[in-house]
């Protein structure tokens, strides 16, 4: 267990409304990842950080931004939601070491109508 | 990034040994081989990973073929808990922050 919680864990919205999904890590890990996982996909980065105010892009980061103000805290918004982005979203640490291990948090179901 | 194939999807028989392929044939020199699981409902988790020899660890061994084009995850005794999604994904040790998934392998147990 790497102390991954996300928060929501259910959400359903509406197209065009804001949406903000939260990952919290209890272990004060530098490495955060965002992914979406859809059916007939495998897990895609969206977003990842490298501490605190620094964030870089990931394969499908197009209406999608992050924000990580403390360390234990990396949240994905979603500006104005689509019904593309209904998806079930993972959030991940990178375990300390040299051993590049993701740990992977429960993940946020949410549905955009 | 290294291309992976890996079976849709396998069955094997409880408490019997399961050998899952991967086959990475435009692997890096330096690309760890990493296997990830993902059980129904839940967030991928860490199996193993290698880089040349086989490695052993408390859930499975990892098989590395000695050209490194293809690899093959060992879970010695499987049980129920062992029917998830299997991921295999090449990735090198520093630089690149993604692990690219493919769609893995389906695995289930037979009771």
């Known amino acids: 267990d790497a102390g991954i919680t996300q928060s929501p864990r259910h959400k359903v919205t509406e197209t065009g409304t804001p949406v903000t999904l939260r990952c919290h890590q209890t272990?004060?890990?530098?490495?955060m990842y965002w992914y979406r996982q859809d059916p007939g996909h495998g897990l895609r980065l969206i977003h990842y950080s490298y501490g605190v105010k620094d964030t870089d892009k990931g394969e499908v980061s197009d209406g999608y931004s992050v924000s990580r103000s403390k360390t234990e805290d990396f949240l994905l918004t979603l500006e104005s939601a689509t019904s593309s982005q209904t998806s079930v979203y993972f959030c991940a640490i990178k375990g300390g070491g040299y051993q590049e291990t993701q740990y992977f948090g429960p993940g946020t179901r949410l549905l955009v109508l | 990034d290294a291309k992976t194939t890996q079976p849709n999807s396998m069955e094997s028989n409880e408490e019997e040994p399961v050998h899952l392929p991967c086959n990475h044939s435009t692997i890096s020199g330096t690309d760890y081989i990493h296997w990830y699981r993902q059980l129904p409902s839940q967030g991928p988790e860490y199996v193993i990973h290698?880089?040349?020899s086989n490695v052993n660890n408390r859930m499975a061994s990892l098989a590395i073929a000695e050209d490194r084009k293809s690899s093959t995850l060992i879970l010695h005794r499987a049980t129920l808990r062992d029917a998830a999604v299997y991921y295999c994904i090449p990735k090198p040790n520093f630089g690149n922050e993604k692990l690219t998934f493919g769609t893995g392998t389906r695995l289930t147990i037979i009771p």
């Open positions: 290698g880089l040349t």
């Open positions: 272990e004060n890990h530098r490495y």
